[in-house]
């Protein structure tokens, strides 16, 4: 069964009657790395960023959907939300990140925030109005 990443690379291909030399060429990867993202059923690690927006430039579309389908192609759930920071790599990578710790390292990274939140919260409070 093919992965989210292998389906759309095969749709841009089908419907723009591409190669991967052609992705390649448009998104200047190699043609290797074209291949290898269509046809491995699940990828071992999340391919860097520049990669991506590589692969998104020579299949002509954003980003974000190749980003989305390279993450479930790794296994990862990616969180959206109509949010300022939706569509934020660093942002999507880190919550999903936090589902595959263990339930004890997903309180202490919890405690981590809440601490964060205060500490930021605490000095808003303290600084002076106008």
Do not use: F
């Not at 723009?16 to 052609?22: E, I, K, L």
């Not at 974000?64 to 479930?72: G, K, M, N, S, T």
């Not at 942002?91 to 999903?96: D, G, P, Q, T």
């Amino acid at each position: 069964m093919p992965n989210p990443l292998q389906v759309l690379i095969k749709h841009q291909l089908e419907q723009r009657g591409w190669s991967y030399s052609d992705v390649a060429r448009g998104g200047g990867i190699s043609r290797s790395t074209v291949h290898h993202l269509a046809t491995s059923e699940r990828l071992a690690q999340m391919p860097q960023q520049s990669t991506l927006e590589g692969l998104a430039k020579g299949l002509g579309i954003p980003v974000a959907p190749v980003h989305r389908a390279a993450a479930e192609a790794c296994g990862v759930n990616l969180y959206r939300e109509d949010t300022p920071a939706a569509g934020d790599p660093e942002v999507e990578i880190l919550i999903a990140s936090v589902q595959k710790l263990s339930p004890v390292d997903r309180k202490h990274v919890s405690a981590l925030v809440e601490s964060l939140l205060r500490t930021a919260a605490s000095e808003e409070e303290a600084r002076p109005s106008h």
